[in-house]
């Protein structure tokens, strides 16, 4: 990884810019486990003064990603310290050497959590957000027939987001953000970003046909059939894992 510049945090926000700077570098491994972190060191190789430094350390510490402590200082933790499901570190594991193994780990948590989501939101009557979800699927079907690989995958990644919403669990409300961030991560490498199918849209149209009758099962059901069809999900699934 290149080393980031004093110019690079200007104009975006020094307080944010830097812990993603920093978040990046740790994650990367640029700086590694127990690696101690001296804050005038950070505020003069960027250039921002020790109040931003400070708050950046904070953030990072809220993460799992550095320890601070008196007489010792603040440290890089150990991986196993880390927050796995900060919607942050999912962006920095993304483009680090830990990509493929997060992608398989955010895979194996949507093909868990995301049949049972499809489940329980068949058990609530929310009629405005089934017609939203079909809205979503309008907008993916329009997206492939247009051939915009963008467009369908935004409207993918809301009809996901919704459909944990609907299904009346924080904890899985919460896990949507995760699964959103899953979605992007797929986007963003050179591989991912797929446009979807005719077999894509109509999985998502049997999901919201389920949800309108109220059918749990076959909401879960046609949840999973998507999942497994769906490369990037099952090539990471337990079955699939490679020895």
Same mark, same amino acid.
């Given at each position: 990884?290149?080393?980031?510049?004093?110019? &690079?945090?200007?104009?975006?926000?020094?307080?944010?810019?830097?812990?993603?700077?920093? /978040?990046?570098?740790?994650?990367?491994?640029? !700086?590694?486990?127990?690696?101690? %972190?001296?804050? +005038?060191?950070?505020?003069?190789?960027?250039? #921002? =003064?020790?109040? @931003?430094?400070?708050? =950046?350390?904070?953030?990072? +510490?809220?993460? /799992?990603?550095?320890?601070?402590?008196?007489? #010792?200082?603040?440290? @890089?933790?150990?991986?196993?310290? $880390?927050?796995?499901?900060?919607?942050?570190?999912?962006? $920095?594991?993304?483009? &680090?050497?830990?990509?493929?193994?997060?992608?398989? +780990?955010? =895979?194996?948590?949507? $093909?868990?959590?995301?049949? !049972?989501?499809?489940?329980?939101?068949? *058990?609530?009557?929310?009629?405005?957000?089934?017609?939203?979800?079909?809205?979503?699927?309008? *907008?993916?079907?329009?997206?492939?027939?247009?051939?915009?690989?963008?467009?369908?995958?935004?409207?993918?990644?809301?009809?996901?987001?919704? %459909?944990?919403?609907?299904?009346?669990?924080?904890?899985?409300?919460?896990?949507?953000?995760?699964?959103?961030?899953a979605l992007r991560d797929a986007d963003d490498l050179p591989s991912g970003c797929n446009l979807g199918n005719k077999?894509?849209?109509?999985?998502?149209?049997?999901?919201?046909?389920?949800?309108?009758? /109220?059918?749990?099962?076959?909401?879960?059901?046609?949840?999973?059939? %998507?999942?497994?069809?769906?490369?990037? @999900?099952?090539? &990471? %699934?337990?079955?699939?894992?490679?020895?």
């Amino acid at each position: 990884m290149s080393t980031p510049s004093a110019n &690079g945090l200007r104009g975006r926000g020094l307080h944010g810019q830097l812990v993603q700077q920093l /978040g990046q570098m740790i994650v990367s491994g640029d !700086l590694g486990a127990d690696r101690p %972190l001296v804050p +005038e060191e950070i505020g003069q190789r960027f250039e #921002v =003064s020790r109040t @931003v430094v400070r708050e =950046s350390l904070r953030v990072l +510490e809220a993460k /799992g990603l550095v320890s601070a402590r008196p007489n #010792v200082g603040t440290r @890089v933790r150990p991986v196993s310290d $880390w927050n796995p499901l900060d919607p942050d570190i999912i962006e $920095w594991r993304a483009f &680090g050497p830990q990509r493929d193994d997060q992608r398989r +780990e955010l =895979s194996e948590l949507r $093909w868990t959590v995301e049949p !049972l989501a499809a489940r329980l939101a068949a *058990g609530h009557g929310h009629d405005k957000a089934r017609g939203q979800l079909a809205d979503m699927v309008v *907008g993916m079907r329009q997206a492939v027939g247009q051939g915009d690989a963008i467009a369908f995958s935004r409207a993918d990644a809301a009809f996901h987001a919704l %459909l944990f919403q609907m299904a009346g669990n924080r904890v899985l409300e919460h896990l949507s953000r995760i699964v959103a961030a899953a979605l992007r991560d797929a986007d963003d490498l050179p591989s991912g970003c797929n446009l979807g199918n005719k077999g894509s849209l109509a999985q998502h149209a049997q999901i919201v046909d389920a949800l309108a009758t /109220g059918n749990g099962s076959a909401a879960e059901a046609a949840m999973r059939q %998507l999942l497994t069809d769906h490369t990037e @999900v099952n090539s &990471g %699934l337990p079955t699939q894992r490679k020895p």
